[in-house]
């Protein structure tokens, strides 16, 4: 049975339309969370945005690192002087960011950032020295539409296309997934967060 001209044409209409209200979440979203405003990209992490004082953040990957292998090795260079391996019990694991200013005014990326498991156990990354590992994130200040990592920089260019945050975390943390990123004023106050595979 054949359906006339109009009426086909009001069938694709109303299919579209169905489409569109099913719609998709996009990679983002402005959720309450535990705080009014803030920022929450979910879970799926890996190209989640979110954004803090006008920067659009995008987690390119986060993962636990293996200081011995060829790639990651580059990773954990430049920790402070005294900082000892992993134990036992514990792990490299590293947060790969990727930033742009979206706004028409110079602003700076943040460099307070911390991760916390749903037991409450925070960990802070370690700052890391960036004339020995060209991956670190460090806080910059940024022309609009500028990113960070810059371009036809080492961490542009790297796998991860992302700068890094180290951290040094236990491995209970596997039992108190998920973990949460987030990215902080100066003053402490949690402007967005990221939740991270483990």
Request: proline residues 5%; negative net charge.
């Amino acid at each position: 049975m054949r359906l006339s001209r109009p009426r086909t044409l009001v069938c694709a209409l109303l299919v579209a339309i169905g489409l569109a209200a099913c719609g998709g979440s996009g990679t983002s979203h402005h959720a309450g969370g535990q705080e009014t405003g803030l920022s929450v990209a979910d879970a799926n992490n890996d190209g989640s945005y979110v954004t803090a004082n006008g920067i659009t953040y995008q987690l390119q990957v986060s993962r636990e690192l293996n200081q011995y292998s060829t790639e990651d090795s580059q990773y954990v260079r430049g920790v402070p002087a005294g900082t000892t391996d992993p134990g036992p019990t514990q792990e490299w694991y590293g947060v790969f960011l990727w930033a742009k200013n979206q706004t028409h005014q110079t602003r700076t990326t943040s460099d307070n950032f911390e991760i916390v498991d749903t037991q409450g156990n925070t960990y802070d990354p370690l700052k890391l020295d960036t004339a020995v590992n060209p991956f670190a994130w460090t806080a910059q200040t940024l022309a609009p539409l500028a990113t960070e990592p810059g371009v036809d920089t080492v961490a542009s260019y790297g796998p991860t296309q992302g700068a890094l945050l180290l951290f040094k975390i236990s491995t209970d943390a596997y039992a108190n997934r998920p973990l949460t990123l987030y990215i902080l004023s100066s003053s402490g106050k949690k402007l967005a967060s990221i939740s991270l595979d483990l």
